[in-house]
Antibody
Framework: QVQLVQSGAEVKKPGASVKLSCKASGYTFIKFYMHWVRQAPGRGLEWMGIINPDGGSTTYTQTLEGRITMTTDTSTNTLYMELSGLDSKDTAVYYC??????????WGQGTLVSVSS | QSALTQPASVSGSPGQSITISCTGTSSDIGIYFLVSWYQQHPGEAPKLLIHEVSKRPSGVSTRFSGSKSGNTASLTISGLQAEDEANYYCCSFAGSNTWMFGGGTKVTVL
C-alpha cells in the first residue's frame, strides 16, 4: 500500500537548520508531485511548497522563500525538506504529502521540530 | 497569501446536519475546482474527505458532501455522529503552482 514514512523528531536551536526526510513506498515515486505542510502547536495547516520528483522543479510559499529547500533522491524514493534560519515560530509538526492530480491524498505521520534556546 | 477563511467552530447535536464554509477569493476558490477538505483528529495526520469540490474518495462516508458557490466552498456533514468531532480544513489551488489552507474549523458534537 502507499506509505510515507518520515524521519524522527528534531530539537534545534534558533538560527540552526533542519533537514527532514520522507521515504515513499507502494507507488512509482517520480509520477506524483509531493508537498510539505506544517502545523504549529494548536494552529492550522500551512502549505510550504511542492516538488516534482521527476526533474526536481519546486515552488515555495512566499513566506519561506529563501529559507526552504525541497529535494528528492529518486534512487531511494526519498523526499527531503531543509529549513534554515530556524526561529521559535518554526516549531511545528511537518508533514510530507503525496499529490494526486491536485489532491493531497496520502500524508506522512508527521515530524515534530522544536526550536528552543 | 492569506489563508482561506473558515469559522473557528461549529457545533451540532447527534443526527443533525452542519455546514462549514470556506471563503476565498476570485484568485483561488472562485476560479479553480481544486478545492478539497480534510478531517484531523487530535494527534493524527489529516485525512482526505472531499476533493475537486464535491468528490468523495472511496471509503469516506456518504454523510460528507462538498459544494462551491462563487468564492465560497462548503462542507456539509449530515447525520452528525460523535466520531465526527474533529478539526476540518479546506484547501484550494491558488494558481502558479501554489496552494492554501483554511484556518480550520473545530466541530463539536453536543
Amino acid at each position: 500500500q502507499v506509505q510515507l514514512v518520515q524521519s524522527g523528531a528534531e530539537v534545534k536551536k534558533p538560527g540552526a537548520s533542519v533537514k527532514l526526510s520522507c521515504k515513499a513506498s507502494g507507488y512509482t515515486f517520480i509520477k506524483f508531485y509531493m508537498h510539505w505542510v506544517r502545523q504549529a502547536p494548536g494552529r492550522g495547516l500551512e502549505w510550504m511548497g511542492i516538488i516534482n520528483p521527476d526533474g526536481g522543479s519546486t515552488t515555495y510559499t512566499q513566506t519561506l522563500e529563501g529559507r526552504i529547500t525541497m529535494t528528492t533522491d529518486t534512487s531511494t524514493n526519498t523526499l527531503y525538506m531543509e529549513l534554515s534560519g530556524l526561529d521559535s515560530k518554526d516549531t511545528a509538526v511537518y508533514y510530507c504529502v503525496r499529490d494526486t492530480l491536485g489532491v493531497f491524498d496520502t500524508w506522512g505521520q508527521g515530524t515534530l521540530v522544536s526550536v528552543s534556546s | 497569501q492569506s489563508a482561506l477563511t473558515q469559522p473557528a467552530s461549529v457545533s451540532g447535536s447527534p443526527g443533525q446536519s452542519i455546514t462549514i464554509s470556506c471563503t476565498g477569493t476570485s484568485s483561488d476558490i472562485g476560479i479553480y475546482f481544486l478545492v478539497s477538505w480534510y478531517q484531523q483528529h487530535p494527534g493524527e495526520a489529516p485525512k482526505l474527505l472531499i476533493h475537486e469540490v464535491s468528490k468523495r474518495p472511496s471509503g469516506v462516508s456518504t454523510r460528507f458532501s462538498g459544494s462551491k458557490s462563487g468564492n465560497t466552498a462548503s462542507l456539509t456533514i449530515s447525520g452528525l455522529q460523535a466520531e465526527d468531532e474533529a478539526n476540518y480544513y479546506c484547501c484550494s489551488f491558488a494558481g502558479s503552482n501554489t496552494w492554501m489552507f483554511g484556518g480550520g474549523t473545530k466541530v463539536t458534537v453536543l
